[in-house]
């Protein structure tokens, strides 16, 4: 299922997206000094009703530094790029220089050797000197493998989610429960839904049981209260909408507004994810907070 692969590895990356700064470290890329990374708008469409063109990316980071602030598009491949993606790569890139003013760059992450081959091919733009060449890790390129406890959870799911780690082996079980039983208990839901969602109905079986018995206090009460058997691809929805939420609280307080009580009943209330992209792109650049919410 690359369709729910491929939302759960986006919706990882925006829960910690410090795992990107890892992710570019591996690629050769170093982020600028003292940069943090901030989400951005991924809709990097032209809207001007003349040359209207959609260009939706998985995810867009912001990396404001003390000398200079770059942008970062993150793209997840489980296939090798099509036609297509080699045609809208570019113009992604391209874009996010012009809406924020900055350097911009691609990062795939390739959740396969195959697609990892095909993405690190230079793309032809046709302008002299002009060849795009994204940054790549996963596949053959290799993928960071946990190194201590910061993001240990968010890693732990990563490789899962691109093959790196074989739930077939009760080890790996035992390991991949005993490490993502210390994220926030809603990560930690979710987590469990993507894992189950991924592997074949004997290992889910196989996890269960670890759940239900090794693992019993950490995950059982969650297990029943939760009701994972009532559908995968609702709750990964749910998370990515959750995710989104989130995400514009980080951002607000890290521009420093004060989110008042009538701010956060909107803000949770809003099940739009489009809407809450829309605030996060304007919470990134907006002077006050009620320049955010302007109808």
Same mark, same amino acid.
């Given at each position: ?101 900055? /350097?911009?760059?691609? +990062? ?9 081959? $095909?993405? =690190?091919?230079? #793309? !032809?733009? @046709? ?88 693992? /019993?206090?950490?995950? +059982? ?9 009532? $559908?995968? =691809?609702?709750? #990964? !929805?749910? @998370? ?56």
């Amino acid at each position: 299922m690359p369709g729910l692969q491929h939302q759960a590895i986006v919706q990882v990356l925006r829960d910690e997206p410090q795992i990107i700064v890892m992710l570019l470290g591996r690629s050769g890329f170093v982020t600028p000094s003292g940069s943090y990374p901030v989400i951005a708008d991924s809709d990097l469409s032209n809207r001007d009703a003349d040359q209207l063109k959609e260009l939706r990316a998985d995810n867009v980071f912001l990396f404001p530094g003390m000398f200079e602030t770059v942008a970062v598009v993150v793209e997840v491949q489980t296939t090798r790029p099509d036609h297509e993606r080699t045609l809208a790569w570019p113009c992604y890139v391209t874009r996010a220089r012009a809406v924020h003013d900055c /350097k911009a760059y691609i +990062l795939v992450i390739a959740t396969s050797a195959d697609a990892s081959r $095909g993405s =690190e091919r230079p #793309i !032809e733009v @046709g302008q002299r000197h002009f060849n795009l060449l994204p940054h790549v890790v996963g596949g053959h390129r290799g993928f960071p493998w946990l190194g201590g406890p910061f993001f240990a959870a968010e890693l732990m799911i990563l490789n899962i989610l691109i093959g790196r780690l074989d739930l077939s082996i009760h080890e790996a079980r035992v390991l991949a429960l005993a490490t993502i039983q210390w994220a926030p208990r809603d990560r930690r839901l979710r987590y469990l839904r993507y894992m189950r969602a991924f592997v074949s109905d004997d290992i889910r079986l196989a996890l269960e049981e670890l759940m239900e018995t090794l693992f /019993k206090d950490p995950y +059982l009460d969650s297990l029943i209260e939760e009701g994972l058997e009532q $559908g995968i =691809e609702q709750g #990964i !929805e749910q @998370g990515i909408g959750q995710g989104e939420v989130r995400a514009l609280l980080a951002v607000l307080a890290a521009r420093g507004f004060a989110v008042r009580k009538p701010t956060q009943a909107l803000i949770s209330a809003c099940s739009d994810p489009d809407q809450l992209e829309r605030w996060i792109s304007r919470a990134a650049t907006a002077t006050t907070i009620d320049e955010v919410f302007a109808a």
